[in-house]
């Protein structure tokens, strides 16, 4: 009898966990690559190849006069070099890279929650519709998920085992070229920053040593140092095809993510509705966390850090 219990008691098999691995896998290739050629290549990807096809040297000069950093358009040429400036070779590369960070969100949470809501949260993950939209696009969106996701997988690493450097430099260079791909890049680390405080173990104990902490942001910085001039251009002058954030916008967060379309057209009570309740939900989650490193603080910030600069 006490055989039975214990074999009812031992955890799910190794083979379980990699099939179900195998199925999300393919499950979300099928996804992301099903009609992937059929929309026409617009304007935006249109510029990513076109930029893409420069040598190296003149996309690092010439992404100094756009209002994005150039690793994208460096990744791309040389994926370009290698597979081709096809529909599916281009695309591939965003669906490539979404698919990767579907593999380091189920690394994420096999870290911080509990085997069930890990493979329902990759399950969500592979059939959101943004992330659908945003890996069949030439365009840095899905790259840079891949890189702040890899990052924050590594500040996990780091926070469970404090004395591995490999953490901190993965982190270091994961961090660094979310920041070459995208600014808004700097909302992940908020985040992190938030956690780094947050995730204390005691009353004046944060979730990793003060000075190692800012030492690892320090050398991120310094990293960015190269591109930091053309930066602080491209933070002062904002081209006039960018809409301003206005209240209205920021009131429809949550329903321009869930319908992907205008929110012009849609009560005020649509609008708000949605996003006071994910707020709600978000401040009683991290509230309630009461355990010993509150990943539930990370979870949520991160959450919330995507649907901004999804939407």
């Known amino acids: 009898m006490k055989a039975l219990r214990a074999d009812l008691l031992k955890p799910p098999s190794r083979f379980i966990d990699c099939s179900a691995l195998v199925v999300v896998t393919v499950f979300a290739l099928v996804i992301r690559f099903h009609g992937i050629t059929v929309p026409a290549i617009w304007l935006d990807e249109a510029f990513s190849i076109l930029l893409a096809r420069y040598e190296p040297w003149d996309i690092w000069s010439v992404t100094a006069r756009d209002v994005h950093p150039p690793l994208y358009y460096l990744v791309l040429h040389y994926w370009i070099t290698m597979f081709g400036d096809g529909v599916l070779a281009v695309r591939s590369l965003s669906a490539i890279a979404d698919v990767g960070t579907i593999l380091l969100s189920i690394r994420l949470m096999s870290l911080v929650a509990s085997r069930r809501a890990t493979w329902i949260a990759a399950l969500l993950l592979a059939l959101l519709p943004i992330s659908v939209r945003y890996s069949q696009e030439v365009r840095m969106y899905s790259l840079l998920g891949f890189w702040l996701m890899g990052a924050t997988v590594a500040l996990m690493y780091w926070v469970k085992e404090r004395e591995k450097v490999r953490f901190q430099v ?17 909302l992940c680390v908020l985040v992190h920053w938030f956690y780094w405080w947050w995730g204390r173990s005691g009353v004046s104990q944060t979730a990793l040593l003060v000075r190692a902490w800012l030492l690892v942001n320090v050398a991120i910085v310094i990293l960015f140092v190269p591109w930091l001039p053309n930066f602080i251009e491209h933070w002062t002058v904002k081209p006039g095809w960018i809409p301003p954030v206005t209240e209205q916008a920021v009131l429809s967060l949550v329903w321009q993510l869930i319908a992907m379309g205008a929110w012009r ?10 996003l006071g309740i994910v707020i709600t939900c978000a401040v009683g989650v991290i509230w309630k966390d009461s355990s010993q490193h509150r990943y539930s603080g990370l979870l949520v910030g991160y959450f919330l850090s995507l649907l901004s600069f999804l939407v």
């Open 265 to 274: 057209a849609q009560s005020i009570f649509l609008r708000v509705v949605p």
């Open 170 to 186: 993965t982190y270091v260079l994961l961090m660094t070229a979310a920041f070459y791909t995208h600014y808004l890049a700097a």
